[in-house]
């Protein structure tokens, strides 16, 4: 349930970003003077080849768009990761782990870090090179890398429903995650419990 709740930040932010390279892109393609100034100038200087005039108006105004949906991908993986590493190395719990009363140890921040990459690796990074390598027109490579991604995935996610509970996150980065409150343990002889 926790993994849930951090995913559901991770697609909130994905959500936002969308929006703001939605509107980029909006402004790109709606930007009439400079388009026809552009446009103007690649017709000046192409010695009469409308065609290859406007056809280096449109990969131009292509390639920007397909660089802000790039540039917004990295966005969603940078952000991922320092939410997952700065929320255990100053908390020791992301946000899912909060609500549900769990806390990673230990909770060192070289172990946070390490964590942090796996776990970013895992839930985003590898799904958002799949994506950029499909707008870069390497569909077979693209697939290759969401198969990995999904892949990854499930060794990541599967081993925390076995005995032990450690992701392949927790593994790498020599942490588990636990209770944050233990209940007290009962105190010999019938006493006051201890804890």
Known sequence: MAWFVDFALVAAAAWL???LTFHRVTALVTDVPDLATRGGFDLLTSRGDVVGASETVGLSLWDSAVLDVEEAFGALVVVTFLYQWG????????????VLGLRVSPRLSRHALRRAAVTTVADVAVYALACVLLLEGEFLLSVLVWAVAVLLFLVNALPVLFPGRRSLADRLAGT?????????????????PQG
């Open 17 to 19: 970003l969308a929006a």
């Open 176 to 192: 588990s995650v636990e209770a944050a409150l233990r209940p007290a343990e009962p105190a010999p002889w019938g006493g006051v």
């Open 87 to 98: 929320t255990l190395a100053l908390l020791g719990r992301t946000l899912g782990k909060g």
